[in-house]
C-alpha cells in the first residue's frame, strides 16, 4: 500500500532532551516536507527537500533540523526541544520535484509532540 | 508572497443542507489549486483540485471552480452527510514567487453536520 509513515505518534517530552520524528514513504517520490498544524495556525511548513542531499527552509525552520540521506526517508530533529514546539506534525510526500506544481501531496498521519 | 484567505469556521450544518466553504487567493504567478479535507485523527488527503483557470475540481459531491478573474476557489457540495463532518483546508501551489511549488495552506474551516 502506498503510505507516507511516521513514527512515533504520540510523543511526550521535556526540554533539552533530543528527539528525533521519523517519516518514511514508499512511493518513490522526490518531494517531501514537514509542517506542525496549531489550532488558529493552519498549516505552516518547516522544512522541505526537492531530492536526495536537497533541503531547504520553510516559514517556521527555527529549533528544527531535517536530513535527506535516501529518497523515502525524511526524519525530523528537535536538538533540545521547548514547550512552544508542542504540536501536531505531519509529514508529507510528493512526485514534484524541481519545483513542478500541480501535483497532490501524501501526507502522513500526524505525530502529536508534547514538551514539558 | 503567496497567501490563501479562507471562511473562518466552525460552520454548523443539518444533513443534506448545502455547503459553501469560501476561498480566495493572492498569488504571483498560474497556481494550481486544492482543497484537502482533515478527518477527526487523521491526516489531510486530497479532496480535489485545479491547475488552471476555468477548471472545475469534483470529487465525493464535493466541486471547486478555479475563477481567476475573483482569485476564488470555493468549495460547495449539495447536500452534505454527517460524514463530511471535519476540516477543509484550502491550498495553492505556485512556481513564481520564490515558493518552488511548495504547498500554501489557509487556516482551514472546520465543518460539523449534525443528524
Known amino acids: 500500500e502506498a503510505q507516507v509513515t511516521q513514527n512515533p505518534r504520540y510523543l511526550i517530552t521535556v526540554t533539552g532532551k533530543k528527539l528525533t520524528v521519523t517519516c518514511s514513504q514508499n512511493?518513490?517520490?522526490?518531494?517531501m516536507s514537514w509542517y506542525r498544524q496549531d489550532p488558529g495556525l493552519g498549516l505552516r511548513q518547516i522544512y522541505y527537500s526537492m531530492n536526495v542531499e536537497v533541503t531547504d527552509k520553510g516559514d517556521v525552520p527555527e529549533g528544527y533540523k531535517v536530513s535527506r540521506k535516501e529518497k523515502r526517508n525524511f526524519p525530523l530533529i528537535l536538538e533540545s526541544p521547548s514547550p512552544n514546539q508542542t504540536s501536531l506534525y505531519f509529514c508529507a510526500s510528493s512526485p514534484n520535484g524541481q519545483g513542478r506544481i500541480g501535483y497532490e501531496q501524501y501526507f502522513g498521519p500526524g505525530t502529536r509532540l508534547t514538551v514539558t | 508572497g503567496d497567501s490563501v484567505t479562507q471562511m473562518e469556521g466552525p460552520v454548523t450544518l443539518s444533513e443534506e443542507a448545502f455547503l459553501t466553504i469560501n476561498c480566495t487567493y493572492t498569488?504571483?504567478?498560474?497556481?494550481?489549486l486544492f482543497w484537502y479535507v482533515q478527518y477527526p485523527g487523521e491526516g489531510l488527503q486530497l479532496l480535489l483540485k485545479?491547475?488552471?483557470?476555468?477548471d472545475k475540481g469534483s470529487n465525493k459531491g464535493f466541486e471547486a471552480t478555479y475563477r481567476k478573474e475573483t482569485t476564488s476557489f470555493h468549495l460547495e457540495k449539495g447536500s452534505v452527510q454527517v460524514s463530511d463532518s471535519a476540516v477543509y483546508f484550502c491550498a495553492l501551489s505556485d512556481r513564481s514567487g520564490g515558493s518552488q511549488g511548495n504547498l500554501i495552506f489557509g487556516k482551514g474551516t472546520k465543518l460539523s453536520v449534525k443528524p
Open positions: 485545479a491547475t488552471k483557470a476555468d
Open positions: 498569488a504571483t504567478g498560474y497556481p494550481s
Open positions: 512511493m518513490n517520490h522526490e518531494y
